[in-house]
């Protein structure tokens, strides 16, 4: 488990506001702690595991820890919402900044096609852009033309999937669902649901002594793909 060493900043970005750390592996991770809420940190885990399953960008994520003398030492006055113990963290993306609607069209379609669907799937509401702004949770990186997914706190809250699609940030690419595309996404899928035991396993001890999200519920979520396609597909 990485260790962190050293808490730099609390980010202004986000609802959760993450705070910027150093691990013992000398990497920069955006973590989030009891502030966020035992359910968001579990739905952190789960949908961001699930994601890199199916070979998604997302950064490389971790659950750390807080060592309870890097608390006690801290001059953060909100430091109580990072707290000691097991934390979630997304390792820091390089010259990273976030989607904005120019660049949309720069990103393929079949990537903006598995995002669209994993979103669905995980039922997560919270990537939204258009003209008009938005909340994409996004990130750029101008250098290599490419996105990386972030945020993930949201996951599994049951919201309506036609509402979820027309809002997307890459609801457009729900033309790119074709026959060969749902068959390739329901191999990957069934996949990915194959490490899920393993992946809720993974989770603190700590998270779940308080957790408002059962594993039963997110299977039941998750399964919809087989069991109730023509929704998901729609």
């Excluded at 950064?59 to 309870?68: D, K, L, N, T």
């Excluded at 509402?163 to 074709?178: G, I, N, Q, R, Y």
């Excluded at 899928?189 to 899920?196: D, H, I, P, Q, V």
Aim: with cysteine.
């Amino acid at each position: 488990m990485i260790q962190l060493i050293e808490i730099i900043r609390r980010s202004d970005q986000g609802v959760t506001r993450p705070f910027v750390c150093r691990g013992d592996d000398g990497a920069l991770y955006y973590v989030k702690g009891a502030g966020a809420g035992w359910k968001a940190l579990i739905a952190e885990w789960v949908a961001g595991s699930l994601a890199r399953q199916l070979l998604l960008p997302v950064p490389p994520i971790a659950i750390a820890e807080v060592p309870r003398a890097l608390v006690r030492g801290s001059v953060n006055e909100d430091i109580g919402d990072l707290g000691a113990g097991p934390v979630f963290a997304s390792r820091a993306v390089p010259m990273a900044e976030e989607l904005r609607y120019e660049h949309v069209r720069s990103v393929p379609l079949t990537q903006q096609a598995w995002a669209l669907l994993f979103d669905c799937w995980v039922i997560n509401g919270d990537r939204t852009l258009s003209e008009h702004g938005g909340n994409p949770n996004v990130l750029w990186t101008p250098g290599d033309g490419r996105m990386h997914l972030i945020d993930h706190n949201l996951a599994f809250e049951n919201d309506p999937l036609t509402a979820l699609k027309s809002h997307h940030v890459f609801s457009a690419a729900h033309s790119a669902w074709d026959k060969p595309f749902q068959a390739e996404a329901a191999l990957r899928m069934r996949a990915a649901m194959s490490e899920l035991p393993e992946i809720w396993n993974s989770l603190p001890d700590e998270w779940l002594d308080f957790e408002s999200l059962k594993l039963a519920e997110v299977e039941e979520m998750l399964w919809r793909f087989e069991h109730a396609a023509d929704i998901l597909w729609a």
